[in-house]
C-alpha cells in the first residue's frame, strides 16, 4: 500500500501499522472555513488528519497536502471521516457525496474538552467542538453540528444537519428540527420550538417558537423573514 507523496502522513510510517493500529481519521470537505477547529479537535484526541478535496478542487482553494478523489485507497473509505463543514446545506450536500464515493463509517466526533452529560444521546456524524456543553437527557440527531462553547441544555433535542454556532445558549426542553441555523451568542429560551430550516441570527433571543424556514433577529427576537 502506498499513499501519494502528497498526503500529510508519512507513507512508511503508515506501512509499518496495521489497520487498527492506524489511528487516523479523514476530514472531507477542506475548502471550508472550518477546517482548522476540525484538525485541532484531532490534534486533542490524537488522530492524525488525512484531508480529502470533496470537490477535486485544485491547489488554489485547497491545503496542498489534500488528497484528490482519484487519489483515494481502498482503505481510506473504512477510516472514520468527518465532514469538515458546519453550514447545513453544504454539510449535508458534502455527506451525501461522501456517501456516495463510498465512504461508510461516519462517527460523531467530540472534542475532549466538550462535556456531554451522561444520559445524553449523540447520534453518528454529529460534531461536538472544543468546550461545548451538552446537558442532561439532550438529544442531538445525526450530522449536526454543535459549536465552540455553545451550551445544549437539559432535554433539549436538535434534528437532522442543524448547525448550532459559537456560545449560543439552548435551554431545557427546547426543541431545534432539521437543517436550522443558530447564530453565535444567541439564546432561546425553554420549551421553545424552532421549526425545520429556521435561522436564528447572532445574538438572538428568543422567546416564542419559531415556524419552518423563518429567519429572526434580536432581543427579543422578530421575524424578518418567513
Ligand atoms: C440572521 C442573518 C442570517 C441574516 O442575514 P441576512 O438574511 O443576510 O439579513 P440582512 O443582513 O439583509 O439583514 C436584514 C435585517 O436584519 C438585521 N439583522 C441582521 N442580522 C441581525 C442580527 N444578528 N441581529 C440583529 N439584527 C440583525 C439587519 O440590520 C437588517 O435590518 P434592516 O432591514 O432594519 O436594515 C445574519 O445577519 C446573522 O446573524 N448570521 C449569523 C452569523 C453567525 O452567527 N455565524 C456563526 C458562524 S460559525
Known sequence: ????????????????????????????????????????????????????????????????????ISQLQDFHFQLPTVISIVTPDAREKATAHASKLGFQNFPAFISPSAIISSNAVIENGVFV???????????????SVINRAANIGHHV??????????????????????RVFIGANSTILNNIKIGSGAVIGAGAVVLHDVL???????????????
Open 1 to 68: 500500500m502506498n499513499l501519494d507523496k502528497n498526503s500529510n502522513i508519512d507513507a512508511q510510517y503508515y506501512e509499518n501499522l496495521s489497520f487498527v493500529e492506524r489511528k487516523s481519521v479523514v476530514f472531507f470537505g477542506v475548502q471550508s472555513a472550518s477546517l482548522g477547529d476540525f484538525s485541532e479537535v484531532a490534534l486533542n484526541l490524537n488522530y492524525s488528519p488525512i484531508y480529502v478535496d470533496n470537490l477535486e478542487l485544485k491547489k488554489e482553494v485547497s491545503p496542498n497536502e489534500s488528497l484528490g
Open 129 to 143: 467542538n472544543t468546550a461545548a456543553i451538552v446537558g442532561q437527557s439532550a438529544h442531538v440527531s445525526r450530522n
Open 212 to 226: 419552518a424556514g423563518q429567519t429572526v433577529v434580536g432581543n427579543p427576537a422578530r421575524v424578518i423573514k418567513g
Open 157 to 178: 433535542s436538535i434534528g437532522e444537519f442543524t448547525h448550532i454556532a459559537p456560545s449560543a445558549c439552548i435551554l431545557g426542553f427546547t426543541s431545534i428540527g432539521d
